[in-house]
């Protein structure tokens, strides 16, 4: 039967790391292992891997795994390089707050439409190029730092270095080439977590380096120049290591392969119709944005925000604002543990209760930051205030892959454009505005976080409820068959186009908790055409 | 035991969310010392070149013993009014351990009443901003007692401008384009030699 293979997304399967979260390997019986192929590690009849064993370089499917989320982190390190040295830009660019909150807001919006472009790319020229590209062609970017004398000039450098955050979106993509998809879920949240891991690093980065350049000869206002080669220099080393050490597929490279059998692709109009129309698509776009977007907000403000109030030195401040950033190592994953955990026992209901408390609790540590004078109970909030934000991205993306199986790639992507603009827009309502200070912006900030948090109790599935509602008792309603299959018309279904959803709402049906009692098939569901 | 402990908990988070208010306030200071610095009004100095003298003394019409607890003398360059705006950083607050105003220091010198006078080459890290001069004399508990500034109290007149160095050299700017082109090179480069090599394969 014909498969739906290559659809607009289908790149993007497993970005969400639902399939199931935590598992480490994929047993024989459930996933034939090709015996016939020659790879470190056991692999599936499309040579990707079935185990996912983190401290090796196997080549291939390892040394993606490294090459890939290493070049996400360094993209990190270069959008976010200038945070923790505003305190000196600032004075040597003469810049007024609305300047540095501009740029600010520049950097996390080139993103939002790099990251659409993205997934394009990389189906036109194979995720390895599609890395290579971004961080190569975004190195100039960083080098013209050098150059710059003003705001504009400032703004316009910023933004262009934000483009390179793209790599997301190729990171996902070649790890999903490479691992099966039953571990990809794993695979893929600890790339991501540990790429955003970068806006921390940097803080901690920048500052030393500026320091040293410092101590070797040169004036503050050269000094921050010549600190921001590092980063220029990591995306070129990147860069070449992506090319020569990497490959696209465990097989080979995407020019050398040829494609095989016949392939029925999705059409794109119909799968972006689909996402649209889909009001839980939005809602979690405005979610993500003030889970996502408030942890890139704060990677942008919190490094200058300890220098003023509380008058630490650079490097001190650094290393306070790294704690948030690194706290990605494990809050990320975290969250995807809790959202099992609760799915275990509540279901659909209990990921959502998950997200909701930990989303709303991320805001409330938010706005005590914001309050608090002294810098112990400073650093105490803003940590609880990391894991709670970070937590919710890995809770958030515990749901997403249950909205649509159709249209997942897209929500996926729409979803990460969210939080991207809901940096842009926190930037610009609370710290770009001379009217109120960093304090307060930073407790309206947590504010807004708890406002905006509230939609997910509208978010109701028929077939598990919601945060206040149960699930609809009407037989046909009320199944998960009837959810995914729906987005397929007659005639989709007539060509066996939606076997892969009736497939994934079977497996689904987990998502019921404890009481996953026997269902009978609802009558008037398409019969299997072989 | 655990009232007592939580007691002490509650009553350290509660000082920690009260503001510390202890210290010397500016307005609680009297204009005792008499400044002057050497740019004219509107003049502007490049950073790294032009010098500022500064000469302060203490001014006669107060009575004498007003200065007997003054220690030292502390001279900083501060900004002006129009260089605070939109910059909290650099906010004046009458607290003076929180003021932000006077980040820059010139010279500290051992108190005498007159004849005080001291050449300052503006440093290549002092941006570029409207500036006046204010003297601070501190006690022994080195807590300020008394000021004396080139500007009237409403810091409008006599202030002069710094032109900071831009940070920029010729050699960082051909580094940089080096490096780029080097980037952009590699990668057309490796895309170029794959393409030929899939090509001569097939």
């Known amino acids: 039967m014909p498969q739906v293979e290559g659809s607009p997304g289908s790149s993007m399967h497993g970005v969400t790391g639902r399939e199931p979260v935590l598992a480490f390997s994929v047993a024989s019986p459930a996933v034939p292992t090709d015996t016939t192929a020659k790879f470190a590690l056991p692999v599936d009849s499309e040579h990707k891997a079935k185990i996912f064993k983190l401290f090796s370089l196997a080549n291939p499917h390892m040394r993606t795994f490294h090459l890939s989320w290493l070049s996400f982190f360094t993209t990190f390190v270069s ?55 971004l961080i190569m062609l975004s190195a100039p970017t960083v080098f013209c730092m050098s150059f710059v004398e003003n705001a504009s000039g400032y703004i316009a450098v910023r933004f262009m270095i934000g483009f390179s955050l793209a ?82 597929l465990p097989d080979g490279n995407l020019g050398a392969l040829q494609k095989k059998g016949d392939v029925a692709k999705d059409k794109f109009g119909k799968v972006l119709w689909y996402a649209v129309t889909n009001y839980r698509t939005w809602i979690f776009v405005l979610l993500y944005g003030y889970s996502m977007g408030v942890e890139l907000t704060i990677d942008n403000v919190i490094a200058e925000y300890f220098y003023d109030r509380f008058d630490l030195k650079l490097h001190l401040a650094g290393i306070i604002a790294a704690t948030f950033g690194m706290a990605n190592i494990i809050a990320r994953p975290f969250g995807g543990f809790t959202s099992d955990f609760m799915a275990k026992r509540f279901g659909m209901r209990g990921r959502l209760w998950n997200l909701w408390l930990l989303q709303t609790a991320g805001g409330i540590f938010c706005l005590c930051l914001g309050l608090v004078n002294s810098l112990p109970l400073a650093i105490t909030f803003m940590i609880l205030f990391s894991v709670g934000a970070q937590a919710a991205c890995g809770a958030t993306f515990g749901i997403i892959p249950f909205i649509s199986r159709r249209s997942l790639g897209i929500i996926s992507g729409m979803t990460g454009a969210g939080g991207n603009f809901g940096s842009g827009l926190t930037q610009l309502v609370f710290f770009a505005n001379a009217s109120f200070s960093t304090a307060k912006g930073l407790s309206y900030m947590g504010i807004m976080i708890i406002c905006c948090t509230l939609p997910v109790s509208l978010v109701h599935f028929p077939q598990w409820g919601s945060m206040f509602f149960p699930p609809s008792n009407d037989n046909v309603k009320g199944s998960e068959e009837h959810y995914y299959v729906s987005e397929w018309s007659e005639e989709e279904k007539l060509k066996g186009m939606h076997q892969g959803s009736l497939k994934f709402a079977e497996n689904s049906r987990s998502e019921r908790g404890r009481k996953v009692a026997s269902v009978s098939t609802p009558p008037n569901t398409t019969p299997n055409y072989v | 035991m655990a009232v007592p402990a939580g007691f002490l908990v509650i009553s350290l988070l509660l000082s920690c969310f009260a503001a510390t208010s202890y210290g010397v306030y500016f307005s609680s200071l009297k204009e005792t ?145 080096c490096f780029s082109a080097f980037s952009i090179v590699s990668l057309a480069g490796f895309f170029y030699m794959e393409k030929r090599k899939s090509k001569a394969s097939q």
């Open chain 2, 33 to 177: 010392l008499e400044v002057t610095a050497s740019p004219t009004k509107g003049q502007v100095l490049k950073a790294g070149d032009d010098k500022i003298t500064v000469t302060w003394r203490f001014n006669q019409t107060y009575s004498a013993g007003t200065d007997s607890d003054y220690k030292t003398i502390k001279v900083k360059l501060c900004y002006a009014p129009i260089s605070q705006k939109d910059r909290s950083w650099r906010k004046t607050v009458d607290l003076l351990k929180k003021d932000k105003t006077c980040p820059h220091k010139i010279v500290a010198r051992p108190y005498t009443a007159s004849n005080n006078s001291f050449t300052w080459t503006v440093e290549r890290d002092i941006p570029s901003a409207v500036y006046f001069v204010r003297a601070f004399a501190v006690n022994a508990e080195d807590q300020q007692v008394a000021y004396g500034q080139t500007t009237d109290a409403h810091k409008s007149t006599n202030l002069f401008e710094v032109q900071a160095i831009t940070g920029r050299h010729v050699s960082l700017d051909i580094t940089s384009v």
């Open chain 1, 79 to 133: 959008t976010f390089a200038a945070a923790p040295l505003v305190p000196i830009i600032r004075d040597n660019l003469n810049l007024t707050k609305s300047d540095i909150g501009n740029a600010g807001v520049a950097s996390v919006s080139g993103s939002i439409f790099s990251r659409l472009a993205m997934g394009a790319v990389c189906d036109m020229l194979g995720p390895r190029y599609g890395c290579a590209f």
């Open chain 1, 167 to 248: 790599t997301f979106v190729s990171c996902q993509y070649w790890m999903s080439t490479m691992f099966n998809s039953k571990i990809i879920g794993l695979v893929n949240g600890t790339a991501a977590g540990w790429g955003n891991m970068g806006g921390g690093a940097t803080q901690l980065l920048m500052p030393v380096l500026f320091e040293i350049i410092k101590k070797a000869g040169a004036t503050p206002f050269t000094a921050w120049r010549i600190a921001f080669f590092i980063p220029g220099w990591l995306n070129a080393i990147m860069g070449i290591l992506v090319l020569t050490l990497g490959q696209d």
